[in-house]
């Protein structure tokens, strides 16, 4: 993101007797299995994203301006916890209320939350630049039956999810799972449910190589962890449901510890 076509020509320029070789991404690739001390900054960072998303969930009250919720929210990612600071994410606080929730990746205004309406949040936990991401959806009032069914299918579709990840398995196989599962329900999602995660700097948090879609073919291997996210936006609505995982040698390890469901506050 920040190697400017400027940086590249003054670059070979000041280097002329020199051959550059496109390498493309096989460092991220390279990134994609974790170290032994890798996988416990993740754990670290999921601590973080425990305390986070519950300061998130107990932000979202009627009446309270985005805004104020965002920045209860950055303060708790950078404070993390007694044991482990925490750093600024690469992406900042995803809060998506009202109708702004049938569509990924909005920031937050200075709009209060408003009644019989859903926020999806999605978060990260960040320790030494790495990410552990988690989404949760909360909503203010009663839920509608089709926000309660769209709960319940993605629930159910990222278990299944999940018991397919281990060593050996595509990616794809994991997007399959949960698309069968889902369309159980009469419901589809087009887009990836997952990427690989790890160390990295704003603008994004994605390694930017395997992803959990239909058509990636990379095989699962111990260390190498996603996220997976599940966000379901429909028409003037969404639900978001979202973790980070490692691949271990028989299945998988979840990271953070916390309550996977629609929250409502009534």
């Known amino acids: 993101y920040f190697f400017t076509a400027k940086n590249l020509q003054v670059l070979t320029e000041s280097m002329p007797h020199a051959k550059f070789v496109d390498i493309d991404l ?39 301006r985005q805004c104020d919720a965002a920045a209860l929210i950055s303060e708790a990612q950078i404070r993390g916890t007694k044991e482990y600071g925490g750093d ?51 909503y203010l009032g009663k839920p509608p039956a089709d926000m309660l069914r769209v709960a319940e299918a993605t629930k159910e579709g990222y278990e299944a999810a999940l018991a397919t990840v281990k060593p050996g398995a595509l990616c794809r196989d994991v997007a399959a ?49 996603f996220h997976l996210m599940l966000g379901m936006w429909m028409e003037g609505w969404g639900f978001e449901l979202s973790d980070c995982f490692r691949v271990t040698e028989s299945g998988h390890e979840v990271f953070a510890n916390f309550p996977r469901r629609l929250f409502v506050k009534e």
């Open 26 to 64: 096989m460092v991220n690739w390279v990134r994609t299995v974790k170290s032994p001390r890798e996988i416990e900054v993740f754990r670290q960072a999921a601590r973080i994203i425990e305390n986070v998303m519950q300061v998130a969930i107990d932000a979202v009250n009627v009446g309270t």
């Open 88 to 138: 600024a994410p690469a992406n900042p606080p995803s809060i998506l209320s009202a109708e702004n929730a049938a569509t990924p990746h909005a920031s937050w205004s200075d709009r209060p939350f408003r009644p019989d309406t859903a926020t999806c949040l999605e978060l990260s936990g960040c320790r030494l630049r790495y990410h552990c991401a988690m989404s949760r959806t909360v």
């Open 177 to 225: 799972s949960w698309t069968k599962t889902i369309g159980k329900h009469g419901l589809t999602k087009p887009s990836r449910i997952g990427y690989s995660i790890g160390v990295n700097y704003p603008p994004n948090w994605a390694d930017h190589t395997a992803s959990l879609r239909d058509i990636d073919t990379t095989v699962m291997e111990p260390n190498m962890v």
